[in-house]
């Protein structure tokens, strides 16, 4: 409900990335009011490039619950990836192993599809607004306040806040250093990425492992793909030129079986600097956080999306249960129940992190015993089976 500057509703949210704009979905469903507002506009987001990999559940969760089903008639379903290393490919087949798949669809793409679906409903989501501030937390009249797209002062005020805010979090850094955790690991190098302007060099995502660092294939469409491979994180983009990047993409995957990429013009580089952070507990009075406001994690797993969106699963039920059953310690819950996937996510994305790139310092040793575990990974069912069930993501539980 709005009155002048004050809009009074249930939960308030501040991020209408995919976990934020999925929460509100969900409670829509469930019949508990909810805004979203997000300090970037509508085009920002819709054109920012970002995630690529969605495990099946996070598709499972885009169709049946009437998001869109446009993930099936556009999306890849992948059954499976290759790990090279070496200079050979060894394929990781999900369906045989764990009888799932993953889809390439690009996180673009989920965003339109939960914006949409929000507006369809007619979800209150408030684009392009400036200064969000977030008041009595630990008090019985939270709320929002924020500068409209307009310039107006505005003020959400509602039961609950849920920080779904991304990784620079500010709704995080409201809670005290005394009542929360922080469990973080930096990685001394980073990811070089881009858009190519051709055809599929390989039908599935292609994990590199070679002497001169890791890099990553995966694919968009028939005539775009996206490409990544490991660098410095201060490297300087305008020093790669578009040969200089053929060079070492094509240095990094050689090998006798003669794979060789399909070049085209490069666009979009940017340098992913990377980190794996866990905020404990989830929960500060009536402020919840969700998504990577809460956790983030290198993109080597390609988790990221997807325990946002496993996060805001969970939320939504315990917030439900808090808000229409009045239970009180369902909002704990929340954070017990979401911490187990998170922990194991962490796990997962850095041990496919470093198993898969050039450590600093690093010798032959190292290269080795790295070329070994990735061995060990493809000749034997257990690891192979283990990576499968980590990368097209554990069942909901
Ligand atoms: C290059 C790249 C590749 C990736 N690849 C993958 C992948 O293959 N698979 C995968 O699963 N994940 C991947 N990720 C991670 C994935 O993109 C994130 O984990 C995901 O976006 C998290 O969703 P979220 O809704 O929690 O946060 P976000 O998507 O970051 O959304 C947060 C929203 O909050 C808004 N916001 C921030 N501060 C404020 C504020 N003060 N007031 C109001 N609004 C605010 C932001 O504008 C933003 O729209 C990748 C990330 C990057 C950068």
Redesign the pocket.
């Known amino acids: 409900m709005t009155d002048g500057a004050v809009t009074r509703t249930r939960v308030g949210i501040?991020?209408?990335?995919?976990?934020?704009l999925m929460l509100s979905h969900l409670h829509h469903r469930a019949g508990i009011d909810a805004v979203n507002?997000?300090?970037?506009t509508r085009h920002e987001?819709e054109t920012t490039?970002?995630?690529?990999?969605l495990e099946a559940d996070s598709v499972r969760l885009l169709t049946e619950t009437d998001v869109s089903d446009r993930v099936l008639r556009e999306g890849h379903a992948h059954e499976g990836i290759a790990l090279r290393f070496a200079g050979e490919s060894h394929r990781i087949d999900f369906q045989a192993l764990v009888g799932e798949s993953v889809w390439l669809y690009p996180?673009t793409d989920v965003f339109t599809d939960l914006a949409d679906a929000r507006a369809r409903d007619g979800g209150d989501v408030r684009f392009g607004?400036s200064d969000?501030r977030l008041i009595d937390l630990t008090g019985d009249r939270p709320a929002i306040r924020f500068t409209d797209a307009d310039g107006a002062a505005h003020e959400v005020r509602c039961d609950v806040v849920v920080g779904?805010?991304?990784?620079?979090?500010?709704c995080r850094q409201q809670v005290p250093e005394t009542h929360r955790r922080l469990f973080a690991k930096e990685y001394p190098f980073a990811w070089f990425?881009f858009l190519v302007e051709a055809p599929p060099s390989a039908p599935e995502l292609v994990y590199t492992h070679s002497d001169r660092g890791f890099a990553l294939i995966s694919q968009r469409t028939a005539s775009m793909q996206r490409m990544y491979f490991q660098c410095e994180p201060d490297e300087d983009v305008a020093a790669w030129s578009d040969d200089r990047v053929w060079t070492e993409m094509q240095s990094r995957v050689a090998g006798p079986d003669g794979f060789v990429l399909r070049e085209g013009p490069i666009s979009d580089q940017a340098v992913?600097r990377f980190r794996s952070l866990v905020c404990e507990p989830m929960r500060h009075g009536n402020l919840l956080l969700?998504?990577?406001?809460a956790h983030t994690v290198p993109?080597t797993g390609?988790?990221?999306?997807?325990?946002?969106l496993a996060d805001v699963r969970v939320l939504a039920t315990c917030l439900e249960r808090a808000l229409d059953d009045g239970d009180p310690d369902a909002l704990d819950r929340y954070g017990l129940l979401a911490l187990d996937r998170v922990w194991r996510t962490q796990h997962f994305s850095y041990w496919m992190t470093q198993m898969l790139h050039s450590l600093p310092g690093g010798d032959h040793f190292d290269r080795r015993r790295q070329v070994a575990e990735l061995r060990s990974v493809v000749d034997s069912t257990a690891g192979a089976t283990y990576l499968a069930e980590g990368y097209t993501g554990w069942p909901r539980g």
């Open positions: 501040v991020g209408a990335g995919p976990a934020g507002v997000d300090n970037r987001i490039v970002r995630a690529g990999i996180q607004i969000t779904a805010d991304g990784s620079h979090s500010m990425g992913l969700a998504g990577d406001a993109p390609a988790k990221g999306l997807n325990l946002a």
